[in-house]
């Protein structure tokens, strides 16, 4: 890594963040609807998605990570010590959200004896063998995970806006699509 910091994150990895943001968004407002749904093709169709964006979003999440692990971010901006902790914690457990989810609904998926084939093309192997009960046990797992997840992506999302509308420290800047 280079031994200054840049004053904003590089675009592959603004790329990375605002994708999976909207991956994020996307798969979770499909999974609460859909998972009140009836049975129905409907309801087998948005299951697919959801798992497909899950696979993208697990995909996603290891690129970020290799690219966050190579490239070195911008300098914190000044706060108290206590916030930069706190925004430090956020960012692990959105690291770790990341994987946690996707991999327990494909556990899940595996235990239901359900396949994933990653966008109707690629198979992907079974994580755990077939059992109902761990399957019931993961779908909980997986569902309160991703609830993490949402409190966690609004934790970080009101955390930027603090920055941007009362600490007005341009912060936000850093990871704008546009060039400041």
Same mark, same amino acid.
């Given at each position: 890594?280079?031994?200054?910091?840049?004053?904003?994150?590089?675009?592959?990895?603004?790329?990375?963040?605002?994708?999976?943001?909207?991956?994020?968004?996307?798969?979770?407002?499909?999974?609460?609807?859909?998972?009140?749904?009836?049975?129905?093709?409907?309801?087998?169709?948005?299951?697919?998605? @959801?798992?497909?964006?899950?696979?993208?979003?697990? /995909?996603?999440?290891?690129? #970020?990570?290799?690219?966050?692990?190579?490239? #070195?971010?911008?300098?914190?901006?000044?706060?108290?010590?206590?916030?930069? #902790?706190?925004?430090?914690?956020? @960012?692990?457990?959105?690291?770790?959200?990341?994987? /946690?989810?996707?991999?327990?609904?494909?556990?899940?998926?595996?235990?239901?004896?359900?396949?994933?084939?990653?966008?109707?093309?690629?198979?992907?192997?079974?994580?755990?063998?077939?059992?109902?009960?761990?399957?019931?046990?993961?779908?909980?797992?997986?569902? /309160?995970?991703?609830?993490?997840?949402?409190?966690?992506?609004?934790?970080?999302?009101?955390?930027?806006?603090? @920055?941007?509308?009362?600490?007005?420290?341009?912060?936000?800047?850093?990871?704008?699509?546009?060039?400041?």
């Amino acid at each position: 890594m280079p031994m200054t910091s840049p004053a904003r994150y590089t675009p592959v990895a603004i790329v990375l963040h605002w994708l999976l943001a909207l991956a994020i968004i996307g798969a979770f407002c499909m999974g609460v609807y859909m998972s009140d749904l009836p049975f129905s093709p409907t309801r087998l169709k948005l299951y697919n998605w @959801h798992k497909w964006a899950g696979v993208t979003i697990l /995909a996603l999440s290891a690129l #970020r990570l290799l690219w966050r692990l190579t490239h #070195r971010p911008p300098a914190d901006a000044p706060m108290p010590a206590w916030q930069a #902790r706190a925004a430090h914690a956020v @960012h692990l457990l959105l690291y770790i959200t990341f994987f /946690a989810v996707p991999l327990t609904g494909w556990a899940m998926s595996s235990a239901k004896g359900y396949p994933i084939v990653w966008f109707g093309v690629l198979p992907l192997p079974d994580f755990v063998p077939k059992d109902h009960d761990l399957g019931e046990l993961l779908e909980q797992v997986h569902a /309160a995970l991703a609830w993490g997840l949402a409190v966690l992506v609004l934790a970080h999302v009101g955390g930027a806006l603090k @920055h941007q509308f009362i600490d007005r420290d341009g912060l936000l800047a850093r990871m704008s699509l546009r060039r400041s």
